[in-house]
Each structure stands twice: as structure tokens, then as C-alpha cells.
């Protein structure tokens, strides 16, 4: 019984593909006869530096927006937080007669920090640019396509948040734009949530929620960020893993030491950093601090069953990236991002290549992100890391700097800073509307889509749950191999296109 | 009867200091009544960028050398090696009528790389600044003193090469100036020679000795580079360390990964470097690689004793340089300076701090430099790091770029690339030239001098033992805390005038 139940749950109605291929194909003769302006409209947006501390670029960013959202007759407002100065929430709705089901479309505008220095040769993060296949595959710049000439669907554009998340942005307003021109009215009423502060944690989102909630109702959040699975089929996903980044110092001399005269007498922070990361997790990227694994809430029936349906992508992506060793022991990444984590987002002490001097460093700096999955909560997983660098015989600080009366009372001084962080949601998956979603995207498409009961990302989903009371379900439109978050971050042009047609088949649920 | 041999080798003949006292009084009154030109020669050498990889830099140091030697009617040459394009040794000699004895003074004219970013506000590398006190102690810049200003001696200059080693140019030109303007004949032939290459590990200076030998013939070079002891008392040393630098950099995916979505999945090449530096190097800063130690020339008796002689800065200096907590279990840095040593450079791998993104970096790098003493060599020791990082099941290449094949090939792939590197020197404290010049510098101290059988820090010198049979001598000038090799070099001014005293009574050995 209980097996009929998860089948039917689970299992795709074919037939819906064909009934909603009217849909499906006016969507994409729209696309094909707008390429040109859709993509010019893209690159524009793209064009506007968009760096979550960048307040002024940030500024400009959100006015794009509302300048995107009046041209297609949206209502638009900017939502403040109780705290001032605060990036604002772009909002705006449309309100459908007789529509009985409302959905909130979200997407994200601000981007992760950039260093240009680190992008490659040609490519500024700001300067968006079309390249004919991904740098991987020894792809070029080439020419932004004249009117004249057809768009290869497998050319790329490059540039900060041409994936995450002005992607999701441009894909929820074109395909409202879409239905708009094609004179088709959406099944639900729209409103649409667009957030300035995503790379910074989302700091205030939680203020702008409660601030604006009675105008926020809804029956669903629908997330557009993130990637579709490595196999390229489209995905589903219910919940989010939680995230809170540290950063580990650690000190020793108050000047740098010549290594000659002083080494090795004087202590090495870079040396003493090592030792203490190594003591976190072991090579097999097991986690070793106490406790690390404990408060995880176990996966439901339907979940375990939709995990054990995820094609296995390790294989083909362990070929793609260039390495046979990965961590976790022979798990798969399905299951292992169903766990919390512990990852070395970067490290640094003193220069190394050609700025290296023989000297001894003053400090050596790690920054680390603990990805947190349903029952963790992110304080209590950062005190677990906390207890951990102060049972390895570490003083442990919070203050910006040390003091000489701290130098020289602990043999062993780290400063440990960590940001507030969020934790992990989960949308279960059995929900009416969830079905709705499950099946309106797989309208879209000839290949089974994979339902994933929790991305290994992250986003503050549980602020909806909390203030709203309100479901979230994550449909993600970008290439797996999209650079998120670091240099050389792309999108593939068809990802832009299917997910349009994904987004005009959501604001069509029935 | 051997300790009365030792005794009275080491020992300090008082009475020089007397019979000596009225050249270091003549010196001290031509140095007080010249400071301001003399500071404005060495400010004008300190503004010229002289990083050892900045040709056009290294040419304009050159050049102003050549001239501070013309002005002293130095006869002068640029000493080429066999390899084009290299920086020039400046020689230059003044042979003295019946004299007997050659003395060359060695120093070298190019510095370390800098990274402007690192050092403090206000201080540039290439723009010299004087300083009220030491940064650590809170010093001020202060403006250039007026002709009709005095110059405080505590004040500081602040630029790279202030103390290592342009002050060693400044200084022997300056001694031999002083003497010329005070119409006092040197005791000895002096040939001069500063070396253009020393940052860069002395690449071509075998070459330029063994082309120019016959001009170089001489019966002691003088070294003079480095810091006087902590304790600010004068120091004869009498050998280095020989040294050798190496990176290590451990690759992962071919591109940054999100660390949400496949971490803990793809392995983490910080992670991985880590967990290796970790095995190399236990916390206590004892070298765990097997045959580290092995290799080793005992100090011979009278090492010994000098060594047992050296005032211990340990406490001092932990107060200092603001810890407690020091490496090497308990033994003394002097004893610790006998050993080769692992010293971590510096270490990088994506971003820290404001440019962190929550990624999985794609490789971790980090800079070593390997101290060698007498008996250990340079390649053999980069040997022993290498099969260490093989036994921890890494595929080792000195390639620059990883191929696919070997990405798909190999669980962990490590690139190990070691500089040429070269191996220590010591000279034996008992040939009678060591004897004149220790009576030299102790006649221009009223404190005991420090005798060093060897110093920390590394010069090429085992090359003038093969190519010229000639021994080296070390004679410092530079305060102990100058940041060398680091951001904010500085040269204490008394430094300079302690230093001009004693080149003088080098230069008048008898």
C-alpha cells in the first residue's frame, strides 16, 4: 500500500506532456522570434556590477529591474526592511480574475564577490560576453550576435550572475512577458519577490517578511535559483540545506620573522593552521569534530525513495572535473549532500608563486562554510567548531585583534568569527501544490525530471515557513557547470530557453 | 689544555678597545658631522625599486652604485656572468702600497619582492620615510630632518632594502669614504663587490666568480648582511645556512564548485594540502620526514663553546614578537638554528576575508623554504620532501599544467617544483685572519661581542670556498628587528652609525 502510494506520488503522468504541448510549443516560437531583444535585454542587466557589499551597484541593479517590470505593466514596489539602508526587495503583482491559487515567484539580484584577477583572460565579471562553447571545452569570445544572425543555443554568456541569479530574474519576467504577448492569462495570481541581499546571507530578509507579510500571502514560494541536475534533465527540489561561513585566524609573531633567523624557533601560524584543520576532518572528508554529525532529522519514506531515483551523476561529472578521488567514502552525492558539511572555502598566510619571501608569517587565515541539513541549527554547529578549536588547547576570540596582554598569556590564539548563517528547510513532498509544480514542469519535458528532496545549496527558506507559513519549492533553470559562485561563471543559452518554457507552464498550473 | 685553548681564542682583548678608541672617535666625528648627506645618499638608493625580478629597477640600482663609487674615486666595473642578460656584480678596488693582505666587502643591491598592499599606511616600499620609533612601538612618520635639524639616533628608515641589503652598500662605501675624507690609509687592499642576484637565490654568482676569479683573488671576503644579535650587541658570524625554496601545489576539480551543491563531494584541495603539510610537521615544529635530520655535520668544540657563550634572547624576544608559546620543545633558538629546518612561506588556495565565496577551491599551493646546515645538500634534501609526498600516495610532477589523462589517472596529484637552492658554509673560527677581524669589531664595542659559528639566515658562501678557496666572514650591521625579507623593512639610524664604525676598523685590521 504504502509502495502504491510513493509510486503514484511519484510517478510522471506522460499524458500531461502532450495536453500542455500547445503550451510548450507558442512558447517557443515566441522565444525563437525575440531572441535578439530577450537576449540584449539580459546582457544589459548584466552589465550593472551587482556585488552584495556594492551598495551603489547594488542601487542600480534594483532600478534595472523596476524598469523591466514597469515596461511589462507590473505593479512595482520596493520593499525596506525595518533596518535601514538595506537592499530592498523588489516587488510587484498580478492579480488574475478568478484565479483561486496565488504563487510567489523569487529570484535574487545581488552576486557573489568577484576578483577579476582570477577570471580569465578576456573576461571581466561586468563585461558580459558570449563565448561559443564553456572555457572547459576550449571555448571563445565571439561577437554579440547581430539581428542577422541565429543564436547557437549551445553558446555561453559569461559574467557575474549570469547563472546566480539574474538568470532567475530575466527567466520569470520573459516568461511573463511571453504569456503576456501571446495573449495567454495566467491560471494563478503572480506576484513576484525579487532580493537584494541573498550573497550576504539574506541578513534582513527576515525583517522584510514580517514588515510585508499581509501583501506576501500566497499558497507557494517558487525559487528560481541554483542549477538543474548534472544530467541535464530538469529538477524539482523541496528543500535547501542551511549555511553559516566562519573564519579561523590564527596568530603567532606580531611581525614577520625572517625564516632564516628564526626558523624554526619562532611558531609558523601557517603550520599551526594546518595542524588544527587537519584535526576537522580527515582526507576521506569525514568530519571529526564531536557532535558534527547528531540533530539531523532522518529522511521520510518518499524522500529516500525520490533520492534512490536520482540518476547517479558521479561518474560523468568526476570525468568532467578531473579527478577519480572523491571525498565521502564511496557515497554519493545525493546522500552526501543530505548531510552537514564542513568545507575550506579558501586559505591564506603570507604570498606564495611570485610574491614569496622566506619569511615566517604573522597569521594564516581559514574560511571555512558549514552547510547544515533539517534538525542542525546553524549557532549550535558553529559552537560545535568553536568547542573543538579550544579542546585543541586554543584560546579562542571573537575580537577583531589581539592584544600583547592575550599574546602573552595563551600559547595558542585563534580568532573565530562567524555570521549568523540559517538553517536547512524541507517542503514535503506529497503536498497538493507540490504535484501541481511536479507536473506542470514536467509538461516541459520529453526526459523524466529528477525530484531532489533537498538541494546541497543553500537559500533561507525556513524565514517562509516561519513568518508566511508558506511552502517553497526550488525550480532551478541554469547549467550545472555554471561557475556559481567563482570566477568564469556562465550560463548556456538553452538553459535560458527551457527554463522560460518551464516558467510560462508554473504561472499556468491547473 | 684544550678549554685554555678555547678560552683564549674567544676571549675579548680589552685593551684593543683603548688602543682603538681614537679611529672610532675620529669616525664618530666626521659620521656627526656629515649625517645629513650621508642619509641623503642612502634615501636617494632606498627610492629606486629594486626587486630582484624588476630588471629596469635592478639596472637603476646598479647605476647609482656605480656612481656613489666614482664619487669616491673608486675604480669600478660591472662583473658579467656566462649567462646573458644577468644582473652585474659592481667591483670596484683600491689597492693600497704595501699593503699584504686583500679584504673583498660583500653586499648585495637587490631586495625581495614586496607587495605594497601589506605594508603599513603611508609607507611605501620605493618612497623611504623616516619614523619617529618602530611601527611596533608606535612610531610616527616624521618629515625628512632639515640640515638644521639634529637626527635623533632611535629613529628609523622604513623601505625595502633599507636594512637587507642596501644599508650593507651604504655602509662599506661610506666607511671607505670616511676614511678618505679623514686622509687614514686602509690597512689592507680593498676590492668591493655587490651582487645584483641575491634575492633570486644567486643564480649566476658561481659563474661570476669563477669568470672573474683572478680578480678576485683575496684573503678573506666579508659578508656584510643580516642583524647583530637581539640583545643589539655586534656580531661576527661565521657561516650560513644554506637554503632552498620549493612549492607544493595540490590540485582537485578543473573548476571552482559550489560548495553546497557538491560539497562534501568533490574533494577539497585545501583540505588535502592541509592534511599534508600536517604529516611533514608535527606542532612542536619537529620535522617528521624521514632522514630530515640525518646528514648533519657536528658543530666542532669550539662551536660549541661560542654557542654555550650567546646571550639567550629567547625571553626578550618572545616579549617582543608577542608570544610564548615557541617551536622546537624547549631548546634554545641558537641550538635550533644548528638544525636544517621546514619552514611554511605561505599558503594560499581561492580567498579569505572579504573576497571569500562559498566555493570549493580548484588547487591549494603552498611556499616552503628548507635551512640547510653543514653536511646536508640542497637537492638531496628537496629528495627527501619529495618521496614524503609520494609515500602519502601522491602522483608528483614538477609539470606546470596537470593533462587530463593524469587528472583521470591519479587519486592525488601533487606539482613539486625546487628552486636551484645551495648549501651552508662555515668558515673555522681559529684561522688568524678570524682573529684580526673579531679584534676589529670587538675594538669598536665596549660590550662583549657576539661570536656566531653560524647564522640562521643563508648566503651562497660555500661558492667562494669552491671557486675562490677563499674563506667569509659575516660582520651585520642591521638591527635585530627590521622586517627583512617582510613588509616594513626599516633600519634603526644608530644602526648605520654603529655599522660605519665598524667597517672602518675592518678596514684597518691589524
Known sequence: ??????????????????????????????RQANEHQLLHEFMGLLSIPNVVYDTVGIQKTANYIVKMMKDRGIKTQKLDATTKGVP????????????????????????????????????????????????????????????????????????????????????????????????????????????GEEEAGSTHLEE???KHKDKLKADLWVICDGPVHQSGRKQVVFGVRGDVNMEVKVFA????????????????????LVNLLTTMKDTKGKVLIKGFYDDVTPLSALEKQALANIPPPDEQMRNELGFVRAEGDGKSLAELISLPSLNINGIASANVGKMVANIIPTSATAALDLRLVLGNDAQRQVQKVIEHIKLQGY???????????????????????????????????????????IKAVQSTSKENIVLMPSSGGSLPLYLFDKHLSTPTITVPIANHDNNQHAENENIRIQNLWSGLETYVALMSIQ
Request: aromatic share 12%.
Open 395 to 437: 584560546y579562542v576570540t571573537t575580537n577583531e585583534s589581539i592584544t600583547d596582554e592575550e599574546r602573552l598569556k595563551y600559547p595558542l590564539i585563534a580568532r573565530v568569527q562567524a555570521k549568523d548563517g540559517y538553517n536547512a528547510q524541507r517542503t514535503k513532498m506529497d503536498l497538493p501544490i507540490a504535484q501541481l509544480i
Open 208 to 210: 522584510i517578511l514580517a
Open 88 to 195: 530592498p526587495a523588489i516587488y510587484g503583482e498580478i492579480i488574475v480574475p478568478n484565479a483561486t491559487k496565488t504563487l510567489v515567484f523569487y529570484a535574487h539580484y545581488d552576486g557573489q564577490p568577484v576578483n577579476p584577477n582570477q577570471w580569465a583572460e578576456g573576461i571581466k565579471p561586468f563585461e558580459a560576453v558570449f563565448l561559443d562553447a564553456s572555457l572547459e571545452k576550449g571555448g571563445k569570445i565571439i561577437n554579440v550576435p547581430k539581428a542577422s544572425e541565429s543564436i547557437n543555443p549551445e553558446w555561453r554568456i559569461y559574467g557575474r550572475s549570469a547563472s546566480d541569479d539574474k538568470a532567475g530574474v530575466f527567466t520569470i519576467l520573459s516568461a511573463y512577458q511571453a504569456m503576456n504577448k501571446m495573449g495567454i492569462k495566467p491560471s494563478v495570481n503572480l506576484k513576484f519577490f525579487f532580493e
Open 253 to 272: 609573531s606580531k611581525r614577520p620573522l625572517h625564516s632564516g633567523h628564526y626558523g624554526n624557533w619562532a611558531p609558523n601560524p601557517a603550520n599551526l
Open 1 to 30: 500500500m504504502k509502495r502504491y502510494f510513493l509510486l503514484t506520488l511519484l510517478s510522471i503522468n506522460v499524458l500531461t506532456v502532450f495536453s500542455q504541448s500547445t503550451l510548450v510549443d507558442k512558447t517557443r516560437s515566441f
